[in-house]
């Protein structure tokens, strides 16, 4: 495999959080935290945010990135990024949400590992264990269940698996993360294939492949992460990255901890 591009699309028009890409953390908008990160990870050889927003696309060339505009018209963040991959003369393509300000570059590295060990292999989505009945529970964390070769079985928004019969975690509990890669082939296929029930009842882009009979690999990271999804989200990823190694390399010590806190 020769060429990566990630792609990070972001838009205005959440729904559980409008305007969330420029919400500011630690002096800095969100969705250049994600593209900062990201570009630090040695295997990219490109790294572009997609976006149907004007707001977005100032702040990040205003920050020297690279924006590819979109329609306005995608109902889901994967149909975005095939729009935007389309011209790129890459082998590869790593989606990486706009919301995941934690995101490490080995992350990225881990995701895309198992395309390079198996040619065959048309995507795979970075997951992470729960730890907590709480996150369990919330159904902004979409849970997964994997078969014994890793690969996708269900994604869903309740608590799967099942927590009645056992408190001993015969499977694991694993949420989906918003980093997933591609071969640049199938995710012209995947924005082609026709959307899927399950995929619009869970709200689940990746539910349009597995229904529709591909393999998605899973990989658990020890990584961790926090999406943002509600303005709830925001202090929490505040806290952990006010203490995060990666954000001198790409902050100086230009960031601004919230009134109270200290370094």
């Not at 409008?18 to 994600?34: A, N, Q």
């Amino acid at each position: 495999m020769a060429r990566v591009a990630a792609i990070i699309p972001a838009r205005m028009g959440s729904t559980r959080f409008p305007g969330k890409p420029l919400v500011k953390i630690l002096g800095l908008p969100m969705i250049e935290h994600v593209r900062r990160r990201v570009s630090l990870c040695g295997l990219l050889d490109d790294v572009i945010v997609a976006t149907c927003d004007a707001e977005i696309r100032d702040v990040v060339e205003a920050a020297g990135g690279r924006v590819v505009m979109t329609a306005s018209s995608h109902e889901r963040c994967t149909d975005r990024i095939a729009e935007a991959a389309a011209g790129l003369d890459v082998d590869a393509v790593i989606n990486v949400q706009g919301d995941e300000p934690l995101v490490l570059p080995s992350m990225v590295e881990e995701t895309l590992a198992p395309m390079l060990e198996d040619a065959e292999l048309p995507s795979v989505n970075l997951v992470a264990e729960i730890n907590t009945v709480e996150e369990h529970e919330d159904p902004n964390v979409p849970k997964v269940v994997a078969d014994l070769a890793g690969n996708v079985l269900y994604i869903c928004r309740e608590p799967i698996p099942s927590r009645r019969r056992s408190d001993a975690r015969p499977a694991p509990w694993l949420k989906q993360l918003g980093i997933i890669a591609f071969r640049s082939e199938f995710l012209q296929t995947f924005a082609g294939l026709s959307p899927t029930p399950l995929e619009q009842a869970e709200s689940v882009d990746m539910m349009r492949a597995v229904e529709h009979g591909y393999t998605v690999r899973t990989v658990v990271t020890r990584g961790r992460t926090i999406g943002v999804d509600v303005p709830g989200d925001v202090d929490r990823v505040c806290q952990l990255l006010a203490d995060d190694a990666l954000l001198p390399r790409y902050m100086g010590d230009r960031f601004a901890l919230p009134h109270g806190w200290s370094r």
